[in-house]
């Protein structure tokens, strides 16, 4: 019986150190330990063995069958090893034509490609660009631009608050920026005349969400500050952009529009590039699209941000840029944007 198991032993233990893949190794771990296996034929033979040769047999037998499980365990810990190893270092490549699919290049989203646009445009003018936070003071967001506290915009239903009752900080008034004037401060006191500053970004607002609204979008806005700045310049800007970003065909006007940071303000509508201006459900029947706000900085504004209104003015202007996006691609549902329809997406 001693000889059997030695034999068994060595037997398994070449035949391990052969073993080259994880499905061979499995085969012989059956052989050995599984039912009917030799160990397992092995041990019902104990019961014809003396009981004197048997106190000899059995320890053997639980040791060379410890030992060879321990053999086994170890090869299939090399060979993993090694097909991990290969795995690394193997390097392949799947045709198209294999496949049966085009190859798919990703590319930016058309609000990021405006954006970029946008961008460049103003460059020209020598406007530099800047960023200012997405969370922000009640104060940066609301009271330096002479948003009285009833003011409508200050609302619980029109901007999003943040509870800070379990955090120690300085202010209790924080919010998510309702648009993108809360670098106003920031600009006019980090800058010295004249200043041609541009700043675009997130903005968030409790609104429901139509064909032409949604409670989180991207602004644009610049500051232009200097000596005699004045409404002329505004017009001349907003015409530039207009003709610049959705061309000559598109029409803009000017309209008188109230914003406590501004004195005066105006809404700047351009005609809508639907409907050529006979009226549709983008523009609610108007044959209108309002695309910016803007006016002269109240004296105000510029006195908080260290600027004396006595020698300098300036203008602000923002503008909405899905709703430039959409006039510019021909898009109906400012929501189209932000679904995540890869397809759609992919035709600009």
């Not at 090399?78 to 045709?95: A, C, G, M, V």
């Not at 530039?240 to 029409?251: A, N, P, T, V």
């Not at 300098?312 to 510019?328: F, P, Q």
Request: glycine share 8%; proline share 4%.
């Amino acid at each position: 019986m001693e000889e059997k198991l030695k034999k068994i032993q060595q037997d398994f233990l070449n035949k391990t150190k052969d073993t080259k893949t994880l499905a061979q190794l499995d085969e012989l771990f059956i052989a050995l330990f599984g039912k009917n296996g030799q160990l397992d034929e092995l041990s019902k033979q104990f019961k014809d063995v003396p009981k004197d040769e048997l106190k000899k047999v059995g320890p053997l037998f639980n040791q060379i069958k410890q030992q060879l499980e321990i053999s086994i365990n170890e090869k299939r810990g090399t060979i993993r090893k090694q097909i991990y190893q290969s795995l690394q270092n193997e390097k392949f490549e799947i045709p198209s034509e294999r496949t049966g699919r085009k190859e798919k290049k990703g590319h930016l989203h058309p609000v990021t490609q405006f954006e970029e646009d946008i961008v460049k445009l103003f460059e020209k003018l020598g406007f530099v660009q800047t960023d200012a936070p997405q969370i922000d003071t009640d104060y940066n967001n609301f009271e330096v631009l002479n948003i009285p506290e009833n003011h409508p915009a200050r609302d619980l239903w029109d901007t999003f608050y943040i509870d800070t009752t379990n955090y120690k900080l300085q202010t209790n008034k924080l919010l998510l920026r309702t648009h993108t004037s809360n670098a106003q401060i920031r600009i006019l006191k980090n800058n010295k005349p004249p200043i041609r500053v541009m700043t675009l970004g997130r903005c968030f607002r409790y609104e429901n969400a139509d064909a032409r609204h949604e409670h989180t979008f991207e602004q644009f806005e610049i500051v232009y500050v200097d000596k005699d700045v004045s409404m002329t310049h505004l017009q001349y800007l907003s015409e530039y952009f207009f003709k610049s970003i959705l061309g000559k065909g598109i029409q803009a006007r000017l309209r008188p529009k109230y914003y406590p940071f501004v004195e005066p303000g105006v809404g700047v509508d351009a005609s809508c590039a639907f409907c050529k201006g006979k009226g549709c459900k983008v523009c609610a029947g108007t044959g209108w699209l309002e695309l910016a706000g803007a006016g002269m900085i109240h004296p105000g504004v510029l006195t908080r941000g260290g600027i004396d209104p006595d020698q300098y003015s300036g203008i602000a202007w923002g503008v909405g840029i899905e709703r430039m996006t959409m006039l510019k691609y021909g898009i109906e549902d400012l929501r189209s944007l932000k679904s995540g329809d890869l397809k759609f997406l992919g035709r600009f």
